[in-house]
């Protein structure tokens, strides 16, 4: 029997009807905790895809002010996993370039135990090209060259440290504990925050390729907190979301038949257990999905996007092509109200590089450099170029 024949039939035999039983202890906990089935109600209302957005004071994802009035209205996470060295990018040491191939001071190696158990291992040598950019001076290497043209438009902190190294340091890096069952930033962001467009989801996530990021979607999820708040899966390529469009034959009122009996369904099951957030989330899921037919399709539809934009982001390049991809796609994102988009470079650990870090760093650097440089707005700079640009070209730190 099919999805709408069954539905036809709950109808026909007076079956459209779900009895809840529902107890005082159960009416508390789902008030308290089951933000999912408080907004349902307001979601159910939507009868068209065009339809207003659910009434923002119930939803869990609701626009919410902040402590304190803030600049940054939302984020954009750029997560190169494996990690670029920093002495390659913003923080040259001079020193390493006359102590090449010698090994640690004695005043290093007292209780030093490298990252991977070696001993007594040689010092690498700098093989970087190093200016300073912009008004601030801001020393960066050439593997940077595009994003160095925003030099006075990033920060760049000196003063970050980790407890732990591969796994326990991503999980640090997304969640800001080595420890499993923390929420990510993202989660924490969209719970703080909301979004600021109901039809679209608060946090998304995206990587360059089909690999398996170090914890996998822990670095995204929401932790201890209700499920409503973990990020969002859009995969890389020219089809971001799958399955998004509503098959041919297939109507509207169908569709909203099919979510409607799911939701009883899942409310049904959901009321002996309201301890259990994914539930509420996946109800919400299907919802949100729902909503976005409407307006998803414009929000992933780079093809109106200018030639001259495509370039800036790298598109160009079939090599910055996946990564300037998924800048392009964050920054619709963010224009029409998603809270926080992260971006993860190298998944499956490919900027881990211990062993070939010239040519590990080169390739990846080149397949993110232009496309962060024009995330940052890398246009804006070249007509500044005039009053202030590399200076001390030739200089070292």
Not at 49 to 54: R, V
Not at 109 to 115: E, W
Not at 362 to 388: C, H, K, M, N, V
Request: charge should be positive; glycine fraction near 10%; aromatic fraction near 8%.
């Amino acid at each position: 029997m099919s999805l709408f024949t069954l539905i036809n039939a709950m109808g026909k035999y007076g079956c459209n009807q779900v009895d809840w039983a529902v107890s005082r202890r159960d009416f508390l906990t789902k008030t308290g905790a089951g933000f999912g089935a408080v907004a349902l109600s307001s979601l159910l209302a939507e009868h068209s895809l065009s339809a207003a957005p659910a009434t923002l004071g119930v939803a869990p994802l609701a626009p919410k002010p902040g402590h304190y009035p803030a600049k940054a209205k939302s984020v954009i996470f750029l997560f190169m996993e494996g990690g670029p060295s920093h002495l390659d990018t913003f923080d040259p040491k001079a020193a390493l370039r006359k102590q090449a191939g010698k090994s640690l001071p004695p005043s290093f190696t007292k209780g030093l135990i490298t990252a991977m158990g070696e001993y007594d291992s040689p010092i690498f040598p700098d093989k970087r090209e190093w200016k300073q950019w912009g008004q601030s001076g801001l020393w960066i290497s050439d593997w940077c060259k595009h994003v160095a043209e925003a030099a006075d438009d990033i920060a760049v902190l000196r003063s970050c440290w980790a407890n732990g190294i591969p796994s326990n340091g991503v999980c640090q890096m997304n969640t800001g504990s080595i420890l499993a069952g923390r929420p990510s930033l993202g989660a924490w962001v969209s719970y703080g925050l909301g979004t600021l467009n109901q039809n679209l989801p608060a946090f998304v996530t995206m990587q360059d390729n089909n690999g398996t990021v170090v914890n996998g979607p822990r670095n995204w999820g929401a932790g201890f907190m209700p499920a409503v708040y973990q990020g969002t899966r859009i995969l890389p390529g020219s089809e971001p979301i799958a399955n998004l469009n509503t098959p041919e034959g297939v109507s509207e009122e169908q569709q909203r038949g099919k979510l409607d009996f799911l939701s009883a369904v899942n409310r049904q099951h959901a009321t002996a257990r309201p301890q259990q957030t994914e539930l509420d989330a996946r109800i919400a899921a299907y919802e949100l999905a729902f909503r976005m037919q409407a307006e998803a399709p414009d929000a992933v539809d780079l093809s109106k996007e200018t030639a001259a934009t495509k370039k800036l982001y790298g598109m160009d390049d079939p090599v910055a092509a996946p990564f300037g991809r998924m800048c392009l796609l964050a920054r619709r994102l963010i224009e029409r109200g998603v809270r926080f988009v992260q971006l993860y470079s190298g998944a499956g650990s490919k900027w881990d590089a211990h062993s070939g870090i010239e040519k590990n760093h080169g390739d990846r650097f080149q397949e993110t450099d232009q496309p962060i440089a024009g995330l940052l707005g890398r246009a804006a700079y070249w007509t500044r170029r005039s009053s202030f640009g590399a200076v001390n070209s030739d200089a070292r730190p």
